[in-house]
């Protein structure tokens, strides 16, 4: 029973040991959110897709599948359209913080299109301060993202699409921070999607369609606001994959369904030693991979490196589901739940959201309903305006 007890005490004080030495390493905790510069480039800006769950790699082709599927553009039934949107964001926390968005899209002919969009978001207004809380300026910093996209059917079934973006963002307003002089950063990224559409045969329904997208978004130079060019950091490149479901009921009524996966293709970061460094400066690694790595490493480094394993990467990926209902194709409503895993940033939420279509214009709006109470993206809304210029022909006609 001695011998018992000493082996008990002493795995205890070794257990104890080890949570104490744990407890010191960087990065050792619940939660190894992976973090990029330029994040608003990821947020959904539309509310019909906002309705659904932010989702839209294999949803009806529209204006604004620039952000979700550009490939979607070859498929579209209208020859010319814009859209404008506009969101209040984080309004919980901030009154002034939003972001709009206007993009517009041409049919070259039957099997190919171009398109382009521009995406701004504003931080409000922010003062800088010494050290002493005087305020001596007032900025209001912004971000901004210019794309370009052409899009063209490989077959009757399947397109592609390539896309250039040039991203700026002016965070300080050139102001030094804690001895260095700051700049605006930019980047310049592509993306790089497909589509696929093709009819299904249903007894019970009048017709029915089943798409599936895949697109990666934001291959793009690492971004830096300072002249450090060894510290640089990475856009959000992002993987987008999933199927969608139409299913047309008869004339007048139709459902869609969408399920979409989501994943960041950047390094996670590892844990680190705090107390001991290389020859360079750099803390030694404990647990995980070097995240300091090239733009195409790091995507590729993206699905083996993280520190817990297997379990841990699968945690990186976000699911979402979404579900949208037409009525005649002029009336809709939409609903979606957003899945993150509390390890990797927690968002988890229900959107729900409708539509209107009439002739020459369009009208959707979402609402954000987060899982947890004081959340800033709560009660977050989305407005968007469509404008079908092939509706102005049909009226005049």
Not at 123 to 128: R, T
Not at 130 to 141: A, K, L, W
Not at 303 to 324: H, M, N, T
Request: aromatic share 14%; hydrophobic share 40%.
């Amino acid at each position: 029973m001695k011998r018992f007890s000493l082996i008990i005490c002493g795995l205890l004080l070794a257990i104890s040991i080890l949570q104490s030495q744990d407890e010191t390493l960087i990065g050792q905790n619940s939660t190894n959110t992976i973090t990029t510069a330029v994040p608003f480039v990821g947020i959904g800006p539309d509310a019909r897709s906002g309705g659904m769950g932010e989702l839209g790699a294999a949803t009806e082709p529209d204006a604004n599948s620039m952000h979700w599927n550009s490939a979607k553009y070859a498929f579209i039934d209208k020859k010319f359209g814009f859209s404008v949107s506009y969101s209040p964001w984080l309004k919980k926390l901030v009154p002034d913080i939003n972001l709009a968005y206007l993009t517009g899209y041409a049919k070259i002919d039957d099997r190919s299109a171009v398109a382009g969009s521009l995406k701004f978001f504003s931080l409000g207004e922010i003062a800088f301060t010494d050290i002493t809380g005087f305020n001596y300026m007032n900025v209001r910093p912004s971000e901004f993202s210019l794309d370009g996209a052409y899009s063209r059917k490989f077959s009757q079934k399947i397109s592609g699409a390539v896309a250039a973006r040039f991203i700026y963002s002016n965070l300080t307003a050139g102001q030094e921070v804690e001895g260095t002089t700051t700049k605006a950063g930019t980047s310049v990224a592509a993306d790089v999607a497909f589509f696929y559409t093709t009819d299904l045969s249903v007894p019970w329904l009048e017709s029915s369609k089943l798409a599936l997208g895949a697109t990666i978004t934001n291959i793009g130079s690492k971004m830096s606001y300072s002249n450090d060019d060894l510290n640089k950091d990475f856009i959000p490149t992002n993987l987008r994959l999933g199927p969608s479901w139409l299913l047309n009921l008869d004339e007048f009524n139709s459902f869609r369904f969408s399920l979409e996966l989501n994943k960041l293709l950047v390094p996670t970061p590892p844990i680190l030693y705090p107390d001991s460094t290389d020859d360079a400066g750099n803390y030694v690694i404990y647990d995980g991979m070097d995240d300091n790595v090239s733009v195409p490493k790091g995507m590729y480094q993206s699905f083996y490196d993280a520190p817990g394993g297997f379990s841990e990467e699968l945690k990186e990926f976000i699911w979402i589901v979404g579900a949208e209902y037409w009525y005649a194709k002029q009336f809709s409503v939409r609903g979606g739940y957003f899945h993150e895993s509390t390890m990797k940033g927690g968002r988890q939420f229900f959107t729900l959201g409708v539509g209107l279509r009439y002739n020459v214009f369009g009208l959707d709006f979402s609402y954000l309903i987060p899982t947890e109470q004081q959340n800033p993206l709560a009660n977050t809304l989305r407005f968007t305006l469509v404008f079908d210029f092939d509706g102005f022909k049909k009226q005049s006609n």
